[in-house]
Nanobody
Framework: QVQLVESGGGLVQAGGSLRLSCAAS????????MAWYRQAPGKQRDLVAT???????NYADSVQGRFTISRDNAKNTVYLQINSLKPENTAVYYC???????????????WGQGTQVTVSS
């Protein structure tokens, strides 16, 4: 069974920075994609950034230049460095992974439980 566990969220003042982490554990053969999504109160869950094996990172237009996604393949961990935080960045941030648990298995979609980021003005 695969688990994604996020950490690093919290309360920060506008202009501050946070580094979110998400570690995947369990039965993992190969990870294809890792990504971060966020969901603000009363809104839908939106894609923030993705990083695909063998490819570079991609970002939502709204976070380009302030957010940096990176990945440690040896640790099955993805990070999100968030700089120059704004109150509108307040949301629950979710980790996502598309991966295969075993050789020959289908690609499955997995989500973390989310970590709250609150930015005060």
């Amino acid at each position: 069974q695969v688990q994604l566990v996020e950490s690093g969220g919290g309360l920060v003042q506008a202009g501050g920075s946070l580094r979110l982490s998400c570690a995947a554990s369990g039965s993992i053969f190969r990870i294809s994609t890792m990504a971060w999504y966020r969901q603000a109160p009363g809104k839908q869950r939106d894609l923030v950034a993705t990083i695909i094996t063998g490819d570079g990172p991609n970002y939502a237009d709204s976070v380009q230049g302030r957010f940096t996604i990176s990945r440690d393949n040896a640790k099955n961990t993805v990070y999100l460095q968030i700089n120059s935080l704004k109150p509108e960045n307040t949301a629950v941030y979710y980790c996502y992974a598309a991966l295969k648990e075993r050789i020959g298995s289908a690609l499955g979609n997995y989500w973390g439980q989310g970590t709250q980021v609150t930015v005060s003005s």
